[in-house]
């Protein structure tokens, strides 16, 4: 698991930059060795990545892969 917490979100506003401070966490799981192409065995991962405004706490993106 890794948390980041000195995230900063930057959104063109018409008056300038609208900063937005954030955190995010990724959490890392071994899934296993996996076979490709039927000549090598790799290790797979399975991650999950959450992002959110310190603000309010609220999630702006959360991605799987």
Not at 28 to 49: C, K, M, P, S
């Amino acid at each position: 698991t890794w948390h980041g917490s000195n995230g900063m979100d930057k959104s063109p506003e018409k008056d300038g930059l609208d900063d937005k401070p954030y955190y995010e966490t990724i959490v890392f799981d071994a899934i296993g060795d996996v076979e490709n192409a039927e000549t090598q065995v790799i290790t797979a991962l399975h991650y999950r990545q959450e992002v959110q405004r310190k603000s309010n706490d609220e999630v702006i993106y959360h991605e799987t892969g």
